[in-house]
């Protein structure tokens, strides 16, 4: 399976924001989120994802973002034909 290329945007201490590509088919690998984070899709189509407890599919829609809190652990492939991005925001620092 191909891997997804992650582009780096920002990282410092508060955020790591990272813009992701997908050709059709090819994935992130698996991984541990290590902070909340928020997904703001660039573009529509449909992802898989795999992770312990089985496979869902999540639509992408330009600008539909979405959050999830640390400890998330899955592998996520572009379910689609056509190319696919989103940016990923990590969130560094927790409030409190």
Same mark, same amino acid.
């Given at each position: 399976?191909e ?7 920002? %990282?410092?201490?508060? *955020?790591?924001?990272t ?6 088919? @090819? =994935? #992130? /690998? +698996?991984?541990?989120?290590?902070? %909340?984070?928020?997904? *703001? ?9 795999? @992770? =312990? #407890? /089985? +496979? ?41």
């Amino acid at each position: 399976m191909e891997q997804a290329k992650a582009v780096l945007r920002v %990282d410092n201490d508060d *955020v790591t924001v990272t813009e992701w590509q997908f050709a059709p088919g @090819s =994935a #992130t /690998g +698996e991984h541990r989120h290590g902070y %909340d984070y928020v997904v *703001v899709p660039l573009t529509a189509g449909t992802l898989r994802i795999t @992770s =312990a #407890t /089985g +496979e869902s599919f999540a639509t992408l829609s330009p600008g539909a973002a979405y959050s999830r809190k640390a400890g998330v652990e899955h592998n996520v492939i572009n379910a689609g034909d056509a190319y696919l991005a989103f940016v990923e925001v990590e969130l560094k620092r927790q409030p409190g």
